[in-house]
């Protein structure tokens, strides 16, 4: 199906963007790498009448050192950020899931805000940003602001942004030496995941000394599992010693039923598949 006709604009700076947010309110909306929302306005299940393309705005692009943190800009795209070195050495997790996030085509057009901003629960990226504690900076008609992870996914494709605002970067606290490792459970390759298990550890002497899981597809925005986190906190590094406190990884989950799998099934999944993440992750 052919999109409904709507204008184009392509600014070149974040206050640009802005502006035109500002004009056109709610008939714009705002274009990142274009994976979810040209699959929208092709089954016209959303007709702007402006659509704002933020591809030429090269201060939101890229990834840096912060000290404390990587920053990574929103319109980097998920292939840069899985073959960059600094992600790799400094927030693992993201790497591990940027691996498994669609197919080749996908991860050279799609971005990193993008889809964070997009906030599909079963999206590869919320959990791990979740699980290490990221900060979202949101730019808007008063200036910037910074929203935890923990307050940034607010239900089913919501977020903090606000409607005249847009998310530029997103400041990931270094893990670095942390274990981590990205499970992931579909019936086809590059599908959304039914379930998935985003793990980062810290092992000292074999021992798990902290942890942090978050988890994608449990409930209508990425979840942490701070229970199974809790539960692995000084236990041995070993696939027997972790299937305790995996078992405790569908506490408080709301899991969907559809036709991939009933929540139960989910649920199950969920202590499966954290066990199998953890274990990866402390390289036991």
Do not use: C
């Not at 709610?26 to 929302?37: P, Y």
């Not at 929103?74 to 997790?93: K, Y």
């Not at 929540?263 to 199998?276: D, E, G, M, N």
């Amino acid at each position: 199906m052919i999109p409904a006709p709507f204008e184009y604009l392509a600014p070149t700076t974040v206050e640009d963007a802005l502006a035109a947010l500002a004009e056109h309110g709610e008939d714009a909306k705002i274009l990142g790498g274009g994976q979810s929302l040209l699959p929208v306005l092709r089954m016209r299940l959303n007709a702007p009448e402006m659509v704002i393309d933020l591809g030429k705005i090269e201060s939101i692009r890229g990834i840096r050192d912060d000290g404390d943190a990587i920053v990574i800009g929103a319109m980097t795209t998920h292939a840069a950020v899985g073959s960059d070195p600094l992600v790799a050495e400094h927030a693992a997790l993201v790497s591990r899931a940027v691996d498994h996030l669609a197919d080749a085509q996908i991860r050279h057009r799609g971005t990193f805000g993008g889809a964070l901003a997009h906030a599909d629960p079963a999206g590869d990226l919320g959990a791990p940003a979740l699980a290490l504690g990221a900060q979202f900076v949101i730019a808007g008609p008063g200036g910037t602001r910074t929203v935890a992870a923990d307050d940034f996914f607010i239900d089913l494709f919501e977020t903090a942004i606000g409607e005249d605002e847009i998310l530029t970067e997103v400041r990931i606290p270094k893990h670095t030496g942390w274990g981590a490792h990205y499970e992931k459970f579909v019936r086809v390759a590059h599908q959304w995941p039914i379930v998935a298990v985003a793990a980062a550890v810290r092992v000292e002497g074999g021992v798990i000394a902290e942890a942090r899981v978050g988890l994608t597809n449990m409930g209508n925005t990425p979840l942490r599992a701070r229970s199974v986190e809790e539960a692995l906190v000084g236990v041995q590094a070993t696939e027997d010693a972790v299937r305790e406190a995996a078992g405790k990884a569908a506490d408080g989950t709301n899991p969907p039923s559809d036709l991939n799998g009933q929540a139960s099934y989910r649920k199950h999944l969920a202590t499966v598949l954290t066990r199998r993440a953890v274990v990866t992750a402390a390289g036991g």
